[in-house]
């Protein structure tokens, strides 16, 4: 991940665990920054200061009061910050226990529909519905098996990796267990991933067999701890965050959205320097002339879009004030502040000084 801080180590994690932790391919999605959160808490928990892993910028935008509850970022960069997490607290077994973490008030609204739902089958069955508040690469596939409830994930979309494949999961099963105060049964469990020396630390957890290596991630619930009661149900607040909830949804792209995908990819490229058609078109797993066809399609044209995607991302840091105009230039891939003031005044008729002191609010008013 670009920007990423580096940190000395006396100790590495062993060939075979970061092999398998870095089995995984590059994908195109977003996460909700609370997931940050989770792991900045952890890594706290475990001695080690979170801007060491997360680097400043993202450090800082965790605890910035213009960040929202369904505030995002790049899912890949992300899947890097596991893998970076991992190896600093050498831990292999990261995402089991990061997923361990997850409590229903770090979701924000979704957290609170959850926690307001009659049973733990509503509960799931809105997991299922805002799944893209959480996760918009890979969606659950959720279907009934005689008296069993199977969630699958595929790899339609890309395989997210060992780490994001098991705090997700271990979240769910985690948040089940908060929202009913008791011990959620699993019946079975997969994992698309390849397997880990033991397995025992799993099964412990999960309270079953726990394979890996399947051709998709499945987690099988039986049907009747669907009707288990939650501690805290109360339909009128669930109306309420309900409402919260499908308006957060209702701004999010539509999947298969190129353009939006462009923007993202470009977005997340931007650190490495100005991304190109041909770097962009790889990331999305195009040829660069189906990519230039496909956007021509829809009457799009890739350097409008990252003229849009760079000034987008450019605004949002400056208005984070702790950010100097020199470190917003380097998260938007320039190594010098005035070739970044000299793009910036193209996209938006004025210096990102000017810029900035337009945005904040004058002492006298």
């Known amino acids: 991940m670009p920007g990423l ?72 960069d992300y899947c890097r910050l596991l893998l970076q997490a991992a190896e600093r607290l050498q831990d292999p077994l990261l995402g089991l226990h990061l997923g361990q973490a997850i409590q229903p008030a770090h979701l924000g609204a979704l957290g609170y529909v959850l926690l307001a739902c009659e049973n733990l089958g509503a ?48 979240g ?35 309270g079953c ?29 669930l109306r309420l965050m309900e409402q919260q909830v499908d308006t957060a949804m209702a701004q999010l792209p539509q999947a298969g959205d190129l353009g939006e995908m462009t923007r993202r990819v470009i977005a997340h490229l931007a650190p490495q320097g100005l991304p190109e058609l041909d770097r962009v078109a790889q990331e999305l797993r195009l040829s660069p002339r189906v990519f230039y066809r496909r956007l021509a399609a829809q009457g799009l044209n890739f350097r409008d879009l990252r003229e849009a995607a760079l000034r987008q991302v450019a605004e949002m840091h400056l208005r984070d004030e702790r950010l100097t105009l020199a470190e917003v230039g380097t998260l938007l891939g320039y190594s ?23 945005q904040s609010p004058s002492p006298h008013a």
């Open 123 to 170: 509960a799931l069955a809105r997991i299922h519905r805002y799944h893209r508040l959480v996760n918009d690469i890979n969606p659950i596939e959720p279907r009934v098996i005689g008296e069993q409830l199977e969630l699958r994930w595929g790899a339609a979309h890309g395989r997210t990796g060992a780490l994001y494949d098991e705090s997700g999961i271990t």
């Open 209 to 237: 067999k726990v394979r890996f290596g399947q051709p998709v991630t499945r987690l099988v619930l039986p049907l009747h701890s669907l009707a288990a009661p939650l501690r805290q149900a109360d339909p009128t607040l």
């Open 5 to 76: 801080p580096s940190y000395s180590s006396t100790a590495s994690l062993p060939q075979h665990v970061t092999e398998r932790l870095q089995a995984r391919d590059t994908v195109h999605g977003m996460v909700p920054l609370t997931l940050v959160h989770v792991l900045a808490l952890h890594l706290e928990s475990r001695g080690v200061a979170p801007v060491e892993v997360l680097g400043a910028p993202l450090a800082k935008r965790l605890v910035s009061r213009d960040e929202q509850h369904f505030s995002r970022l790049p899912a890949e």
């Open 172 to 206: 769910i099963v985690q948040i089940g267990r908060d929202l009913c105060g008791q011990r959620l049964q699993v019946s079975a469990l997969d994992f698309i991933n390849p397997p880990p020396r033991d397995a025992r630390p799993y099964e412990r957890y999960f």
């Open 336 to 358: 010098e502040q005035s070739a970044f003031s000299r793009a910036f005044r193209r996209w938006a008729g004025m210096s990102p000084l000017a810029w900035r002191q337009q």
